[in-house]
């Protein structure tokens, strides 16, 4: 499976936007880009997900490079609840990879 | 909106004892998958299952076993539990969608292993 990097922590202050950053120079052309994110004592939770072009829902946004080696998880206004640990994962199409590996993500603290 | 469960929540055994985990999932989906999350680690995908059938596993020990049932539900058996198996289980569920096979997980189940 193609792999992915990121920091190991980020710290942002409530009500400002955060970037979350995510390489994986080794992605193939029919790898998808989810993120998935971990709250406290709570299980996995899927944010977004895209492929190709830049995503948006009600909870964030993706921006893909243009060669797709790297992407970048947007929250626009974080608050005190967007505290957790936010993993950045390479599906190779929906069907062909169920599992989720999780990799290293980035623990994000929010300062009120 | 139904989400998928867990039980028990928490689970205290001895070693070299045995444990059951169950997993219900969301209504209408048909992929079930378990993770296993130690101590300050990321969850790692054990195995799953579509329709009933295995369909991934991972660096799921011989000692454990899982199935799922006609009704969609999962159960993860584990036998001569170790102190090294003391983690949080998670269970995830999914429908086997072209578009987003989205997984939904559930809230955990802590096994405590003395």
């Known amino acids: 499976d193609a792999k992915t990097t990121q920091p190991n922590s980020m710290e942002s202050n409530e009500e400002e936007p955060v970037h979350l950053p995510c390489n994986h120079s080794?992605?193939?052309?029919?790898?998808?880009i989810h993120w998935y994110r971990q709250l406290p004592s709570q299980g996995p939770e899927y944010v977004i997900h895209?492929?190709?072009s830049n995503v948006n829902n009600r909870m964030a946004s993706l921006a893909i490079a243009e060669d797709r080696k790297s992407s970048t998880l947007i929250l626009h206004r974080a608050t005190l609840r967007d505290a957790a640990v936010y993993y950045c994962?390479?599906?190779?199409?929906?069907?062909?990879?169920?599992?989720?590996?999780f990799g290293t993500g980035t623990r994000l603290t929010i300062i009120p | 909106a139904a989400g998928v469960i867990q039980s028990p929540r928490h689970l205290i055994k001895e070693k070299r004892e045995t444990a059951t985990l169950k997993c219900y999932p969301i209504?209408?989906?048909?992929?079930v998958y378990w993770y296993q999350q130690g101590p300050g680690q990321d969850p790692q995908f054990l195995i799953s299952f579509y329709e009933k059938m295995q369909s991934d596993k991972g660096s799921i020990p011989d000692r454990f076993s899982a199935q799922q049932f006609s009704d969609y539900h999962s159960e993860l058996n584990m036998s001569s539990l170790e102190l090294g198996d003391s983690a949080l289980y998670f269970c995830?569920?999914?429908?086997?969608?072209?578009?987003?096979?989205?997984?939904?997980f559930g809230p955990g189940t802590r096994l405590t292993v003395l």
């Open positions: 994962i390479l599906r190779d199409r929906p069907f062909g990879n169920e599992k989720l590996t």
């Open positions: 895209g492929l190709t």
């Open positions: 209504p209408r989906h048909d992929t």
């Open positions: 080794t992605i193939s052309g029919t790898d998808y």
């Open positions: 995830a569920s999914s429908f086997r969608d072209y578009l987003t096979d989205t997984q939904y």
